[in-house]
């Protein structure tokens, strides 16, 4: 019951962003769906293995493929789809946290959860790098066999 609540929350979450970011209308629901599934992929394997790092570095190299893969299906830029996905990712409230930290001169606590935002936003990014090399060596792959 859980993964459930989880997956119609992230749909929810991640096609009312696409609203809020102007993405098409016939777009929203593939973008729902996008960021359903990179959340519970990271919800399962955080779950797994307790390392939200990983979990979310396999998360965002799902949604950016994808994303990568629909923006080609539909014709659509990749951001709408990447954007909307990524968002039930974004370690919004442990930033909050971390500057609710500092003001209050909690800085060893400040610190410690700054760091952690830190190294889930740097996952993020480096998901959405890694991803595009991926698709990179997979179109030259795919042009050296044609060429062939």
């Not at 098409?24 to 955080?46: A, N, Q, V």
């Not at 390392?51 to 990749?78: G, N, R």
């Not at 946290?97 to 740097?122: H, T, W």
Request: proline share 3%.
């Amino acid at each position: 019951m859980d993964i459930l609540s989880q997956a119609i929350t992230s749909f929810l979450a991640t096609a009312a962003f696409g609203i809020l970011f102007n993405a098409p209308k016939e777009s929203l629901i593939k973008c729902g769906l996008i960021g359903m599934g990179g959340w519970l992929i990271y919800f399962l394997l955080e779950g797994y293995n307790h390392d939200p790092i990983a979990a979310t570095l396999a998360a965002t190299i799902f949604i950016a493929l994808l994303s990568q893969e629909m923006a080609k299906l539909y014709k659509m830029p990749v951001i709408i789809f990447s954007v909307a996905g990524i968002i039930p990712l974004v370690p919004g409230g442990l930033a909050y946290d971390a500057m609710r930290n500092i003001v209050e001169n909690n800085y060893n606590d400040a610190i410690a959860r700054a760091a952690r935002v830190l190294m889930l936003a740097g996952s993020i990014a480096f998901g959405l790098v890694f991803s595009e090399v991926i698709n990179q060596i997979a179109k030259k792959i795919k042009h050296s066999r044609i060429k062939v």
